[in-house]
């Protein structure tokens, strides 16, 4: 193999590859970049154990040269190291010449390397073929999804399901859930095709994905039993899916509610925000008091002291009502709303509430109380 090619797009294929190359690997073959020269282009191929992504660097990007001189070929090589010196090397354009099947060449301005590669050949065979139910999905549109959905996925590995998007198709209508057990965020879209499927997506795949997206276009998605791809612009991401049926939340969300508070959304957070410093130790647990004339947000600590804010700007329906929450649940709920005021509505002290923004029914946020003492 052997090829000139520009650095600056050289580099950007390494970096967007790169996102499935972790520092540590089970098999120490996918902590090398499968670099792969044909008719089409450089592809470059990155992987782990749950996540590769493919990106093809063509020849010509609009009227100008990127790759030229050219043979074609495939090889492996060192992804980190590789990325470090296209990413530090001065120069416009790369030299990468196979000089046989165990060294590549690097050369670039007064630079010089000589890396140890390996046979293509030890590569594992990676699926990358639009299998399953295949759709069209606008780029924008996947990544709001995402946004509002996948920070409410659990963090922690005890019970794997949770740390899944649950993606569902049906009705016309792509639906996003995402839970903890202790929150849950639930986002909805409009899809051009009657398709039905259910995938469980990681959620900091989904969320590394989504940065992929340079600007709005068309996200061809492929479902299938044990993978999901996404493919976009010139590049092909593929993600395992967290095996398990994902829990039943499609009646945990209440209908009815006893008391509607409606309040700036900055407003409150920012006096949340103001009021959890002061109980950091007990999970940034906040006390919200609400009458029809009075808006508390309070925090108390053993060891530091109280905190007490009163917020003027809001309208609250129902009788007095005390609750306490997970103040991080709460902020990250309103903050997905995006939108100026916020309706949260209640059942009663323990029992759990919705976040809600009234100019965007297609998402809702449910918090489950604590209790206090």
């Known amino acids: ?14 970096t967007v590859a790169g996102k499935a190359v972790g520092s540590k690997a089970s098999f120490p073959i996918l902590m090398n970049f499968k670099l792969t020269l044909d008719e089409k282009g450089l592809t470059v191929l990155g992987g782990n154990n749950e996540l590769t992504i493919s990106t093809l660097i063509p020849y010509m990007i ?14 492996l090589i060192g992804s980190k ?16 010449t196979v000089v046989d099947d ?20 030890e590569y594992p065979e990676i699926d990358l073929e639009q299998t399953g139910v295949v759709f069209d999905i606008d780029s924008r549109e996947l990544s709001k999804l995402v946004e509002q959905t996948s920070f409410a996925a659990s963090a922690k590995e005890q019970r794997p399901i949770l740390m899944a998007v649950n993606l569902s198709a049906v009705d016309g209508k792509l639906v996003a859930t995402a ?5 849950l965020a639930r986002k909805e879209i409009d899809l051009e095709d009657e ?41 092909l991401v593929s993600s395992r899916l967290i095996n398990g049926e994902y829990p039943n939340t499609k009646n945990i969300i209440p209908k009815t509610f006893n008391y509607f508070l409606e309040v700036n959304s900055a407003q409150l957070v920012a006096a949340m925000e103001r009021a959890s410093l002061l109980s950091q130790e007990r999970e940034n647990v906040v006390k919200l008091t609400m009458t029809s004339s009075t808006l508390e947000v309070a925090s108390r600590s053993a060891q ?3 905190a007490n804010e009163t917020l003027s700007t809001f309208q609250f ?19 997905a709303l995006k939108t100026e005021d916020v309706t949260i509505a209640f059942i009663g002290e323990m029992k759990p509430f919705v976040v809600k923004s009234d100019k965007d029914p297609s998402i809702v946020q449910l918090v489950t109380p604590v209790r206090t003492y």
Do not use: W
Request: aromatic share 6%; net charge neutral.
């Open 179 to 183: 839970t903890d057990s202790a929150r």
């Open 1 to 14: 193999m052997r090829l000139i090619i520009s650095r600056e797009h050289l580099l950007k294929g390494l």
């Open 195 to 235: 398709i039905e499927f259910s995938a469980n997506v990681p959620a900091k795949t989904l969320l590394e994905i989504t940065r992929m997206f340079e600007s709005g276009g068309k996200v061809t998605t492929a479902v299938s039993d044990k993978k999901i791809l996404f493919s976009f612009d010139s590049t």
């Open 317 to 335: 329906n129902g009788d007095i009502l005390e609750i306490s929450f997970n103040s991080d649940y709460v902020i990250s709920a309103i903050k």
């Open 81 to 96: 190291i590789l990325t470090e010196i296209i990413r530090r090397i001065e120069c416009d354009e790369v030299s990468i």
């Open 62 to 75: 609009e009227d100008k040269e990127i790759i030229r001189n050219t043979k074609h070929g495939s090889t």
């Open 304 to 306: 530091i002291g109280s």
């Open 102 to 121: 165990t060294i590549v060449k690097i050369e670039g301005g007064k630079s010089s390397f000589q890396l140890n590669s390996m046979k293509p050949e």
